[in-house]
């Protein structure tokens, strides 16, 4: 089964930008929608981008415009590029499918700072 791996994660400050990695162990190419999600502190993890193999991205409202998913196929990577911080964005991002099907990966811890 595909193992996921994310990296990328740090501290930084309110308005910086951080581009996360999520490395598969496996081929990516036959899922149709690979997303990111987070889970702050004492909250339920939430989905926040989706990325189709059309192209298509979809984004949670609270990062639209700030946030971009992308994935490479052939390298078995997606990415979510994030700009313009703010703290409400610390958290844990993991990704996976859009159907959750895959063992959830460690995940890498985002801090903003104000």
């Known amino acids: 089964q595909v193992q996921l791996v994310e990296s990328g994660g740090g501290l930084v400050q309110a308005g910086g930008s951080l581009r996360l990695s999520c490395a598969a162990s496996g081929s990516i190419f036959s899922i149709i929608a690979m997303s990111w999600y987070r889970q702050a502190p004492g909250k339920q993890r939430e989905l926040v981008a989706t990325v189709f193999n059309s192209g298509t991205t979809n984004y949670v409202d609270s990062v639209k415009g700030r946030f971009t998913v992308s994935r490479d196929n052939a390298k078995n990577t997606v990415y979510l590029q994030m700009n313009s911080l703010r703290p409400e964005d610390t958290a844990v991002y993991y990704c996976?499918?859009?159907?959750?099907?895959?063992?959830w990966g460690q995940g890498t811890l985002v801090t903003v700072s104000s």
């Open positions: 996976n499918t859009l159907g959750r099907s895959l063992p």
